[in-house]
């Protein structure tokens, strides 16, 4: 499945890429998914990523957990918990 | 109904007219302004910095806008939030709802910011003597959010007095 991906501030910032397409392996299906994939990338990812780190994800513009499946073309995001208003 | 996320600034007078003007049938209009601070935590700010998420940020704020919608009977609501570089007093967010009594416009104003605050994906970055460093989220606007999940059964219960 090809999908794209999303990065805002502070994690955008910290692996140096705003936005990325990539074509997932099978075994990823899910948001949660995504993040172990790209964590395995190792460096910055790992550390960015890493389970325990306070992150939010967004799937097709709506903020999701990890539990949320993927499907085609969808656009997955991870970023800070917000600071507006 | 309106959502507007910009660069530019806008002016509270021409907005707030706009709404009163177009519904004659609303005696309430509750407007709130964010600015940026000087001081955040003890630390002097010079700039700030709002980064959003095109797109997912319409959707959140028109989202918002709804949820108050299915609590209380509002005849329009407008949020205008910033993004961009922006510097201490600058205005940062209105949030405006126009409803018949003053009790709604109060709770549904209240409701909005504060959903906006956990929900809506924006970002400031503020830049002090020590450099520029990403603002943390704070608890206390996760905990403001548990006085609506309390009060959801009774929207607007005390607002015809």
Redesign the interface.
């Given at each position: 499945m090809k999908i794209q991906l999303r990065f805002f501030a502070g994690v955008r910032e910290a692996l140096g890429v705003a936005d990325e397409a990539v074509q997932l392996p099978d075994s990823v299906v899910t948001v949660g998914d995504v993040r172990s994939w790209l964590r395995a990338r190792g460096g910055d990812w790992a550390e960015t990523l890493a389970e325990g780190r306070s992150l939010r994800m967004a799937c097709n513009h709506e903020m999701t957990g990890p539990g949320t499946r993927l499907t085609e073309g969808c656009e997955v995001a991870f970023f800070p918990p917000v600071t507006g208003g | 109904m309106t959502v507007k996320v910009q660069t530019e600034d806008f002016d509270l007078s021409t907005e707030a007219g706009a709404l009163r003007r177009a519904h004659p049938e609303a005696g309430a209009l509750a407007c709130f302004v964010?600015v940026v601070r000087d001081l955040n935590q003890g630390v002097a700010v010079s700039e700030m910095e709002?980064?959003?998420?095109p797109?997912?940020t319409e959707?959140?704020l028109e989202a918002i806008i709804g949820e108050a919608r299915a609590r209380w009977p509002i005849a329009d609501a407008l949020v205008i939030?910033r993004y961009g570089k922006l510097a201490p007093t600058d205005q940062?967010?209105l949030v405006a709802v126009a409803t018949a009594h003053r009790g709604d416009a109060f709770a549904a104003c209240e409701f909005i910011?504060d959903y906006?605050?956990?929900?809506?994906?924006?970002?400031?970055?503020e830049t002090t003597a020590g450099g520029a460093h990403?603002?943390?989220?704070?608890d206390t606007d996760t905990r403001a959010l548990e006085k609506w999940a309390q009060t959801a059964a009774e929207p607007g219960a005390d607002s015809r007095h």
């Amino acid at each position: 499945m090809k999908i794209q991906l999303r990065f805002f501030a502070g994690v955008r910032e910290a692996l140096g890429v705003a936005d990325e397409a990539v074509q997932l392996p099978d075994s990823v299906v899910t948001v949660g998914d995504v993040r172990s994939w790209l964590r395995a990338r190792g460096g910055d990812w790992a550390e960015t990523l890493a389970e325990g780190r306070s992150l939010r994800m967004a799937c097709n513009h709506e903020m999701t957990g990890p539990g949320t499946r993927l499907t085609e073309g969808c656009e997955v995001a991870f970023f800070p918990p917000v600071t507006g208003g | 109904m309106t959502v507007k996320v910009q660069t530019e600034d806008f002016d509270l007078s021409t907005e707030a007219g706009a709404l009163r003007r177009a519904h004659p049938e609303a005696g309430a209009l509750a407007c709130f302004v964010g600015v940026v601070r000087d001081l955040n935590q003890g630390v002097a700010v010079s700039e700030m910095e709002l980064e959003h998420y095109p797109g997912m940020t319409e959707k959140s704020l028109e989202a918002i806008i709804g949820e108050a919608r299915a609590r209380w009977p509002i005849a329009d609501a407008l949020v205008i939030h910033r993004y961009g570089k922006l510097a201490p007093t600058d205005q940062i967010v209105l949030v405006a709802v126009a409803t018949a009594h003053r009790g709604d416009a109060f709770a549904a104003c209240e409701f909005i910011m504060d959903y906006l605050k956990t929900a809506a994906p924006f970002w400031k970055k503020e830049t002090t003597a020590g450099g520029a460093h990403w603002v943390d989220a704070r608890d206390t606007d996760t905990r403001a959010l548990e006085k609506w999940a309390q009060t959801a059964a009774e929207p607007g219960a005390d607002s015809r007095h």
